[in-house]
């Protein structure tokens, strides 16, 4: 098995530092900087074109900045080559939109996808156990373990896409607009697995979405992308007092008011 990085918890986990990204002429970041601080669950945020999935890839090692540094873990993982990093990439989990698994393969198989990418030497039974107990820890009924991604609801995929990304027991859990395409039932569901694997299993999160009710329930900061950079990190009650436009028709437009009305009902 390899062996795992053991650098100060109290560190932050995640710093970007400056970067850059560009696709030919068109500049998506333009000196980002974002500090994630440890057992977190930080929202990000922004309009359509803003970046904040390629910010996702870029600190996972998916998008290559044009400049600027990105550390997880205390390493610096825009400078090493990525055969270098495999003890830093063990350390995360990653639910992209829709789940992104693979269709060929049980949902048992998906989980165990990255444990024999990583630690191939594992026999295959304790793999399998593995998955089983990953595959309930998500809240999936113990049977959807053989089934395939064609026959799971929405819901379902979402959550079997976060067992694959819980496989390796992570530090850091990126979760890619995990609530879109959920009814508001479900939505709040998931919203309340990520809250209590994050105090059960002490991760540090990192969340982007869209969805105002899930930055109220479970989020303690959101970082804000507008203007090429993150302009403001915060908590609510924070962003809400900050004066720039986009912040405030998101957090005070009829969408924003409704759901500070009903996070502020839930707590009276």
């Known amino acids: 098995m390899l062996d795992r990085d053991t650098s100060d918890q109290a560190q932050p986990p995640i710093v970007v530092e400056g970067i850059v990204n560009r696709f030919g002429d068109f500049t998506v970041h333009d000196g980002l900087d974002l500090t994630v601080q440890p057992g977190e ?30 550390h997880v873990l205390g390493r610096d993982i825009t400078e090493a080559d990525p055969d270098e ?86 530090k850091l859990l990126f979760l890619d607009e995990p609530t879109a395409g959920l009814d508001p039932i479900g939505a709040s569901k998931f919203d309340r697995l990520t809250k209590e694997l994050q105090e059960t299993l002490g991760l540090t999160v990192f969340l982007i979405t869209h969805d105002l009710d899930t930055l109220y329930e479970i989020c303690d900061r959101v970082a804000v992308i507008a203007d090429r950079k993150v302009i403001a990190v915060g908590t609510i009650p ?12 998101y957090f005070g437009g009829p969408r924003g008011r409704a759901a500070h009305s009903a996070h502020m009902r839930e707590k009276g």
């Open 41 to 70: 669950i930080l929202g990000v945020v922004g309009g359509s074109g803003t970046g904040k999935s390629v910010l996702m890839r870029s600190i996972i090692g998916l998008q290559q900045p044009n400049a600027g540094k990105v």
């Open 85 to 170: 990093n495999i003890g830093v990439r063990c350390q995360w989990g990653v639910l992209f939109q829709g789940g992104a698994l693979f269709s060929t393969l049980t949902v048992g198989e998906n989980v165990e996808v990255p444990i024999k990418q990583f630690f191939p030497d594992i026999d295959p039974s304790l793999r399998r156990d593995i998955a089983r107990y990953k595959v309930k820890l998500s809240g999936l009924p113990e049977d959807a373990i053989s089934k395939y991604p064609s026959e799971l609801s929405g819901g379902m995929k979402k959550r079997a896409g976060l067992a694959r990304a819980l496989a390796l027991d992570p």
């Open 238 to 249: 924070e962003l809400r007092e900050t004066k720039h436009p986009w912040i405030e028709e």
